[in-house]
């Protein structure tokens, strides 16, 4: 299938070079935001020192196969897969939305940088379409259908805050993309395209204000939470033990008192609820 390059048309009447240098700016938007993130927030330090405060728990000490392992498991599960979400609409959601803005970032950069003077960009177009249209449908399902706001607190779509700012740029950047690229060379061509400009540009330029950071801090979170289980730090948690050990129900009397000797099992509990809320 022969797609056209979007930016190629483009190209003739703004010059490739201010479009590459553009997308070099938005690189240091993020950057420069994810840093100020961090120095606000102060989320690296309390990472490092809480990550020293842990290894002084640990129990046993893991060697570098280990390690190895569980950051496999970590970018297998938490960050290719997205499993920590229990609700798979949620996470189909969520997929949709990262794969798509992956897509739809790394194919604009590629023609733009690669293919800005030529129609035929080979796959490149293809996969920049099929990432608009990924991000733009999950976004849209995540804000119409399972928006943390409509299940938690009951409040409407059209009621957006500062911390919507990331979920509404990101669909109005692949919304107007999409729409610029249908249109063209018209009139409405270029006030979507001036959209899309201001869509992308906020998303980019809001960092310090919006989630985005939060995809750079997430893998390192999980793969921290799997190594304090597996040294034995816990995370500072108490060990939560079998509670039919003999041991246990020595050191903890009541237990057989109002349990018996063999406990119950307890049931799902919370997890007996459908996981709407986030």
């Known amino acids: 299938m022969n797609i056209a390059n979007p930016f190629a048309e483009l190209a003739a009447s703004i010059s490739p070079s201010v479009m590459a ?18 120095m606000h927030k102060k989320s690296a330090k309390y990472f490092f020192e809480n990550a020293k405060r842990q290894k002084a728990r640990a129990v046993r000490e893991l060697d570098s196969g280990e390690k190895m392992s569980l950051a496999l498991k970590t970018l297998g599960h938490e960050v290719l897969t997205s499993g920590e979400f229990k609700n798979p609409k949620r996470r ?15 194919s604009t950069a590629v023609m733009i940088f690669g293919y800005a003077d030529s129609a035929d960009a080979g796959i490149w177009p293809l996969l920049w379409y099929l990432g608009a249209i990924s991000l733009a449908l999950g976004g849209l399902w995540f804000w119409f259908f399972i928006r943390v706001d409509v299940f938690s607190e009951g409040l409407p779509w059209y009621q957006v805050g500062r911390d919507d700012i990331f979920i509404v740029s990101l669909i109005t950047t692949s919304v107007f ?32 204000w919006s989630k985005f950071a939060h995809m750079f801090f997430k893998p390192a979170a999980a793969y921290n939470k799997r190594i304090v289980w597996a040294d034995g730090s816990r995370d500072n948690l108490p060990d939560v033990p079998d509670l039919t050990d003999p041991q246990v129900q020595e050191k903890f009397p ?25």
């Open 21 to 38: 240098w553009y997308v070099v700016l938005m690189v240091l938007l993020v950057i420069g935001g994810t840093i100020l993130d961090m």
């Open 92 to 106: 189909l959601s969520h997929l949709m939305t990262m794969y798509g803005f992956i897509l739809f970032v790394v």
């Open 177 to 208: 993309g999409l729409l610029w690229a249908f249109t063209q060379g018209s009139t409405l061509g270029w006030v979507l395209f001036a959209l899309f400009i201001l869509s992308s540009t906020t998303l980019f330029g809001t960092v310090l």
């Open 254 to 278: 009541d237990i057989p008192t109002y349990m018996g000797k063999k406990p119950p099992y307890m049931g799902l509990g919370i997890k007996r609820e459908t996981p709407n809320h986030y």
